[in-house]
């Protein structure tokens, strides 16, 4: 992309959901990629644009983690680069992006249920797993990941 132009700023859930039906829900309606964090009053969604042109999301939103009672925990999900645009530090612009709003929030940990064939991009990006590799129907095969904030 030599000539390209990234750029990354916060969008509506609106905007995010085609990218996530069309990364992460493929084959299922648009619906499938509404999530009920949504609604949450503090959720953040974070978008990248190639040439003023929507190719990748990220959404964060304070949410405990599994067995945790810490408040100050935030939670990432629908994280998604459009496949045509991977591999080209668009995803670590993204989670940057979210990692820093969670700081600036005072969360202290972000959290997310991780893609196993992704798993590096997440280790890359400083989250540890925690615990076992569990199965999500529809997504497949997961761990639990998460990473401190200062
Ligand atoms: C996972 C995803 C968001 C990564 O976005 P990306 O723009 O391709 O990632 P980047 O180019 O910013 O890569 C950042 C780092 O992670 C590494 N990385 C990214 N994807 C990787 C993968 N699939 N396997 C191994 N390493 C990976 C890169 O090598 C890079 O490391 P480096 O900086 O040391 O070279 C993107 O591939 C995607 O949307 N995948 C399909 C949907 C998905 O699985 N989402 C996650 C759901 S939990």
């Given at each position: 992309m030599p000539e390209s132009t990234i750029t990354l700023h916060q969008i509506t859930a609106a905007e995010a959901i085609p990218i996530r039906a069309e990364v992460?829900?493929?084959?299922?309606?648009?619906?499938?990629?509404?999530?009920?964090?949504?609604?949450?009053?503090a959720v953040y969604h974070a978008g990248a644009y190639v040439d003023g042109k929507l190719i990748g999301v990220a959404t964060v939103f304070p949410d405990l983690p599994p067995?945790?009672?810490?408040?100050?925990a935030w939670r990432l999900r629908g994280m998604a680069v459009c496949d045509n645009f991977r591999g080209l530090g668009i995803g670590r612009l993204l989670l940057g992006n979210c990692i820093e709003h969670v700081g600036e929030m005072g969360g202290n940990l972000l959290w997310c249920n991780a893609r196993t064939p992704v798993l590096e991009f997440y280790s890359v990006m400083g989250f540890h797993p925690v615990g076992d590799e569990f199965m999500i129907p529809v997504s497949g095969p997961h761990y639990l990941m998460s990473r401190k904030i200062s």
């Open positions: 992460l829900r493929s084959g299922l309606p648009l619906s499938a990629a509404s999530y009920i964090c949504d609604e949450h009053p067995k945790s009672e810490n408040e100050l």
